[in-house]
């Protein structure tokens, strides 16, 4: 079973500041990993998939590198909406798995 | 517009069964695979069923095997979660998810999501 750890926990930024999210996978996961933005009482949404394509509709701030184990979720200037939870996903054999999420906040 | 809703959340009791449904529009459904993702109260996501285009072999979170069944209607484009026994630690907001291609075990991100039914186990 792949477990995915992302760091840090929480990431205080202000505004205009750069932002740089960790996972780290348990074993290599190739590229297969995608990224998801979460708001207080909104559903999930696709940002990142195959660790560097981001989603349709995604502003060019967001933008994900990595393979193997390592992966980096970077926002290049926060805006006042980016301030949510950010999960890494991947399919793990026949089963998903998230990570426990990293909170960016001011 | 394109788009998964869920619906069938509610209070229960524990021991008693609760069905979800997901229905979908705006995309041809039977060409993608369906996931069900919880996230109890102040928690983070966890996957819980996924479903292929063509209803074979589903695969289910070990937390709930054997409890929960997930089936599909791709005539009425829509997803079920037929969940029996159920637990306190089943209290979650319950998404459904629309997955990248069409056999679930493929897929490698859930790229729509619905806004969530809320299943409270309670008694």
């Known amino acids: 079973e792949i477990v995915l750890t992302q760091s840090p926990a929480t990431l205080s930024l202000s505004p205009g500041e750069r932002a740089t999210l960790s996972c780290r996978a348990s074993?290599?996961?190739?590229?297969?990993l995608a990224w998801y933005q979460q708001k207080p009482g909104q559903a999930p949404r696709l940002l990142i998939y195959?660790?560097?394509n981001r989603a349709t509709g995604v502003p060019v701030r967001f933008s994900g590198s990595g393979s193997g184990t390592d992966f980096t979720l970077t926002i290049s200037s926060l805006e006042p909406e980016d301030f949510a939870v950010y999960y890494c996903?991947?399919?793990?054999?026949?089963?998903?798995?998230f990570g426990p999420g990293t909170k960016v906040d001011v | 517009e394109a788009q998964v809703v869920e619906s069938g959340g509610g209070l229960v009791q524990p021991g008693r069964s609760l069905r979800l449904a997901c229905a979908a529009s705006?995309?041809?459904?039977?060409?993608?695979?369906i996931h069900w993702v919880r996230q109890a109260p102040g928690k983070g996501l966890e996957w819980i069923s996924s479903?292929?285009?063509?209803?074979?072999?589903?695969g289910y979170a070990d937390s709930v095997r054997g409890r929960f069944t997930i089936s599909r209607d791709n005539a009425e484009n829509s997803v079920y979660l037929q969940m029996n026994s159920l637990r306190p630690e089943d209290t979650a907001l319950y998404y459904c998810?629309?997955?990248?291609?069409?056999?679930?075990?493929?897929?490698?991100?859930?790229?729509?999501w619905g806004q969530g039914t809320m299943v409270v186990v309670s008694s």
């Open positions: 479903i292929s285009w063509n209803n074979d072999n589903p």
């Open positions: 195959a660790a560097s």
């Open positions: 996903h991947r399919r793990d054999n026949r089963a998903f798995t």
């Open positions: 705006g995309f041809r459904f039977d060409d993608y695979a």
């Open positions: 074993q290599s996961v190739s590229r297969q």
């Open positions: 998810a629309k997955g990248d291609e069409a056999l679930w075990f493929g897929n490698d991100a859930f790229d729509m």
